[in-house]
């Protein structure tokens, strides 16, 4: 079954990079997913990639996914106090849903 | 369009009672998908829908849970006979087929006393 895996917390200072890492299980992804969420809110995406990828870059934002090691990473750079929330990495197979990992809280330090 | 649109933002209810939700899709977007959401937790699949068909249920959906899509646009999810287990954030989202974007509501907060 599917099992999508991030660690809970991530702190950083403001400026630096901030990378956020993901495992997941189910070999047959096709879309690979990153969303954000702030207190109280619902999921912002901010960007996805498709499995036959490796990286995909959105301004401060590189997607980056091994598929060997079912690994995939979200990198935010100049990283400022807005991206302080909640990052969720979710995983896409042949079925039409969507599998979320726990979330990485990124707190970030003025 | 501005987005995935739901209604009640926040629900507070007693044990017992039904509720029931609705969700605005983005415009022309043909499936609609719902989840639910508990602290600490990521959203997890509840059910979706292509058009007004409903294809897929998770099987935490139980049969106090009911969603509908009658004519492929809006939809609504019901909850019947509240329990205290039912208190999360029920999340709605849209897309179009055979894209990876997946647009998320601001949910609806259910809290079951």
């Known amino acids: 079954g599917e099992d999508v895996e991030q660690s809970l917390f991530l702190s950083v200072r403001e400026g630096d990079s901030s990378v956020i890492n993901c495992t997941y299980t189910?070999?047959?992804?096709?879309?690979l997913y990153w969303y954000k969420q702030e207190p109280g809110a619902g999921l912002q995406l901010l960007t996805y990639?498709?499995?036959?990828?490796d990286m995909k870059q959105d301004q401060r934002l590189t997607v980056l996914l091994n598929k060997k090691d079912k690994h995939l990473s979200l990198r935010i750079a100049d990283t400022q106090t807005g991206d302080s929330a909640i990052y969720f990495c979710?995983?896409?197979?042949?079925?039409?849903?969507?599998?979320f990992g726990t979330g990485t809280r990124l707190t970030v330090i003025p | 369009d501005t987005g995935v649109s739901q209604d009640p933002r926040h629900k507070i209810t007693k044990r017992g009672q039904n509720v029931t939700f609705r969700c605005d899709p983005i415009?022309?977007?043909?499936?609609l998908y719902w989840y639910r959401q508990t602290l600490g937790q990521g959203p997890e699949f509840l059910t979706y829908?292509?058009?007004?068909?409903?294809?897929?249920k998770s099987r935490l959906l139980s049969d106090r849970f009911s969603a509908e899509r009658p004519k492929g646009s809006f939809s609504t999810l019901e909850i019947q006979r509240t329990e205290q287990g039912d208190s999360a954030m029920y999340l709605c989202?849209?897309?179009?087929?055979?894209?990876?974007?997946?647009?998320f509501g601001e949910g609806s907060r259910l809290t079951v006393l």
């Open positions: 989202a849209s897309s179009l087929v055979n894209t990876g974007e997946l647009f």
């Open positions: 189910d070999s047959s992804s096709t879309y």
């Open positions: 415009s022309e977007h043909n499936r």
């Open positions: 979710a995983e896409r197979t042949g079925a039409n849903n969507l599998f």
């Open positions: 829908f292509q058009n007004e068909a409903q294809l897929e």
């Open positions: 990639i498709f499995s036959n990828m």
